[in-house]
């Protein structure tokens, strides 16, 4: 969002776009408020959300994909561990082992990895990123997060996090797949077979983490955008807004 309101300034001098960058929830509410016709988020919105924007306005918010992305669970990179199932995962991270494990998963050694630091330290995003709930709808099957989940406002904080553990290896979830440079690796996801956060497993849906990234609207219906809004979405949509994209680090809608 950043780079294509840089892009959108360099076009229209005039036009300036403020972003608040809070998490996903607050998208709907400031939406709902009127205080903004332009929402990122993260996630789909959910039917609470999208019922208090319709009471509001009479009408149903306008949902456009604008790219797709992929979570990782990241380990310190010299963890030797290589890959995860959904149901190896749950027992990680979840209080209620939905999906199917039989016992919590609490060490390292649980997992055949020898570290000298044994104990599995969680670390993931905060309450408001959509990529808390979807982790947890997804990797979770809809269970609860262990109570001593460490939480963070930011992806870029959390792989800052595991790159900078030492003396032992931490276990996390982050938005960003593309970790291994900054000092942590990805694991791959088992799903009818193993696979990495990669622009083509994501594009195709091999890997189960990956989601779409959305663009909520506030605009009547038979309206028309007002001008500032309308050469933004042109911009999004244009090759050059979708090479910004994936030099991101994102994958193209």
Do not use: K
């Not at 209620?96 to 995003?125: N, T």
């Amino acid at each position: 969002m950043l780079r294509w309101g840089e892009l959108l300034t360099e076009r229209h001098p005039g036009v300036r776009l403020q972003l608040q960058a809070s998490g996903s929830a607050s998208a709907p509410a400031a939406l709902t408020a009127g205080t903004t016709r332009l929402g990122p988020m993260s996630r789909p919105m959910n039917e609470v959300e999208r019922e208090a924007f319709s009471e509001r306005h009479g009408y149903p918010p306008v949902e456009l994909e604008i790219a797709r992305d992929a979570l990782a669970v990241i380990v310190h990179r010299h963890n030797p561990l290589a890959s995860l199932s959904r149901r190896e995962l749950d027992a990680i991270f979840s209080e209620s082992r939905r999906c199917g494990a039989e016992e919590s998963i609490e060490r390292w050694s649980q997992l055949g990895v020898e570290l000298p630091g044994d104990r599995i330290v969680l670390h993931g995003r905060n309450v408001a990123s959509g990529t808390h709930d979807l982790f947890r709808m997804r990797a979770l099957c809809g269970g609860s997060y262990r109570v001593h989940l460490n939480e963070h406002p930011g992806s870029a904080a959390v792989v800052a996090a595991v790159a900078a553990e030492s003396r032992g290896h931490r276990l996390r979830r982050s938005q960003s797949p593309d970790c291994r440079r900054q000092g942590a690796a990805a694991c791959r996801l088992h799903r009818r077979g193993t696979f990495a956060p990669t622009p083509q497993a994501v594009r195709r849906g091999d890997y189960s983490l990956s989601r779409s990234l959305y663009l909520y609207l506030n605009l009547p219906p038979g309206s028309a955008l007002p001008a500032p809004e309308q050469a933004f979405l042109e911009l999004v949509f244009s090759p050059l807004g979708q090479a910004v994209v994936e030099e991101q680090g994102f994958v193209g809608s």
